[in-house]
């Protein structure tokens, strides 16, 4: 709440407020984010959850900087499909990364992120042939 908003205090950080299911990929689509950050900690909580946010991102080219956490770090390959940051001093070397976008990182691994979403999708012909070995 107002605590992250005070952190980033005269930066262009723009908050949504909850977007009802139905319009969250065309709201997520208007935004033409830079980046998105997914601050998720490792303990026992977040190990149930998924990487959905991460696929979720990649479907736009939204390149992202996660925490620490098994069910990003397990699948972002550090400076390529994503940023991880591990301690505080990751976290300000990632944003510096995006914000600055000196060599084009953005772009970059937006669309890395982009094409690793793709292997994920049920339009993929590995996942056709797995469902297909389930249902028979």
Known sequence: GDILKDTFKGIPVIFEDHVIFTDYYR???????????????????????????YLEFSQFKIPVIVGNSPVYTDI???DATGL???????????????VNNQNNDREEIGENANAYSKEWSFENEKHIENLKTIFQ
């Open 27 to 53: 709201k997520l689509q208007s935004l033409n984010a830079d980046f998105a950050v997914i601050p998720l900690g490792d303990d026992e909580f977040n190990r149930c959850k998924t990487f959905q946010k």
């Open 76 to 78: 972002i390959e550090q």
């Open 84 to 98: 991880i940051s591990y301690n505080h001093a990751d976290w300000l070397e990632n944003f510096d990364i995006l």
